[in-house]
T-cell receptor
Framework: DTEVTQTPKHLVMGMTNKKSLKCEQH?????MYWYKQKAKKPPELMFV???????INESVPSRFSPECPNSSLLNLHLHALQPEDSALYLC????????????????FGAGSRLTVL | RKEVEQDPGPFNVPEGATVAFNCTYS??????FFWYRQDCRKEPKLLMS???SGNEDGRFTAQLNRASQYISLLIRDSKLSDSATYLC?????????????FGSGTRLQVQP
């Protein structure tokens, strides 16, 4: 079982809907990430939160709105999405040491598979 | 040049074969590197970390060549269960940016 929990596992929504993806971890990690992955492509970074503050936004359209209510939770609010936004959305977390290391690397959730009709 | 480049494959090998993948990176200041494995429709999972010249874990060996800026992953005695996509991962090196950049992945199919 993954230590990063994502819900829902699958989501189908229309272009006018508002929905949210949720991510939770209890490993004490203070960095949390959203990645987007299309079929047969690598994960692409969307957002990074460090100590519950947004530290990286990779020029993601405003129809994706991240939120980090506390150190264990990360949400991704979705509104007015397009069919091309259909993808696997992966949440990840890590410790916030100065460098990445084997003990301090990303742990991914199982992902939320989103389909936009 | 892309930050991280991999041969997409697929590599189709018989069980028991030895197979190697290469990954080149553009930022010479990178200090740590990772190989993740991703099964079809699953999340990426850490396979190995590489910091100095290399790392070995059972049938898997990762090697780092800083002069030529590439890392490799060697899998010996391939098993059917090794079939997956192998992602080469390098940390961002921009100041204040803490995240990982994924290569496009190399797909391995081990056949009976």
């Amino acid at each position: 079982d993954t230590e990063v929990t994502q819900t829902p596992k699958h989501l189908v929504m229309g272009m006018t809907n508002k929905k949210s993806l949720k991510c939770e971890q209890h490993m004490g990690h203070r960095a949390m990430y959203w990645y987007k992955q299309k079929a047969k492509k690598p994960p692409e970074l969307m957002f990074v939160y460090s100590y519950e503050k947004l530290s990286i936004n990779e020029s993601v359209p405003s129809r994706f709105s991240p939120e980090c209510p506390n150190s264990s939770l990360l949400n991704l609010h979705l509104h007015a999405l397009q069919p091309e936004d259909s993808a696997l959305y992966l949440c990840a977390s890590s410790h916030l040491d100065r460098v990445f290391s084997g003990a301090n690397v990303l742990t991914f959730g199982a992902g939320s598979r989103l389909t936009v009709l | 040049r892309k930050e991280v480049e991999q041969d997409p494959g697929p590599f189709n090998v018989p069980e028991g074969a030895t197979v190697a993948f290469n990954c080149t990176y553009s930022n010479s200041a990178s200090q740590s590197f990772f190989w993740y494995r991703q099964d079809c429709r699953k999340e990426p999972k850490l396979l190995m970390s590489v910091y100095s010249s290399g790392n070995e874990d059972g049938r898997f060996t990762a090697q780092l060549n800083r002069a030529s800026q590439y890392i490799s992953l060697l899998i010996r005695d391939s098993k059917l269960s090794d079939s997956a996509t192998y992602l080469c991962v390098v940390p961002h090196m921009d100041t204040g940016r803490r995240a990982l950049t994924f290569g496009s992945g190399t797909r391995l199919q081990v056949q009976p």
